[in-house]
Nanobody, 115 residues
Framework: QVQLVESGGGLVQPGGSLRLSCAAS????????MSWYRQAPGKERELVAV???????DYADSVKGRFTISRDNAKDTVYLQMNSLKPEDTAVYYC?????????WGQGAQVTVSS
């Protein structure tokens, strides 16, 4: 079955960097687009970044120029490099894929940006 496992979250000071990883299994990773979402306390889940099977990307305006999504099809893994982090980036970050008309989510990775 489809499984997504995030790692790499943590506590970082404003201006710092983190890299999230999402290891995927149970589907043919290379032919599917992958996404990162985030959900801050009291807010709705929002799309952060998308990478398509051909590796084209899109970003939310709030992270454009600071975050980079990438994928390694040999490792069935998608990454989110987050630079110049701000307190408002604090959230649980989720990896997502839509396979066979069903949405799949990872367990989430907490990212806290605070001094």
């Amino acid at each position: 079955q489809v499984q997504l496992v995030e790692s790499g979250g943590g506590l970082v000071q404003p201006g710092g960097s983190l890299r999230l990883s999402c290891a995927a299994s149970g589907f043919t990773f290379g032919i599917y687009g992958m996404s990162w979402y985030r959900q801050a306390p009291g807010k709705e889940r929002e799309l952060v970044a998308v990478i398509r099977s051909g590796s084209s990307t899109d970003y939310a305006d709030s992270v454009k120029g600071r975050f980079t999504i990438s994928r390694d099809n040999a490792k069935d893994t998608v990454y989110l490099q987050m630079n110049s982090l701000k307190p408002e980036d604090t959230a649980v970050y989720y990896c997502n894929v839509f396979v066979n008309r069903q949405n799949y989510w990872g367990q989430g990775a907490q990212v806290t940006v605070s001094s």
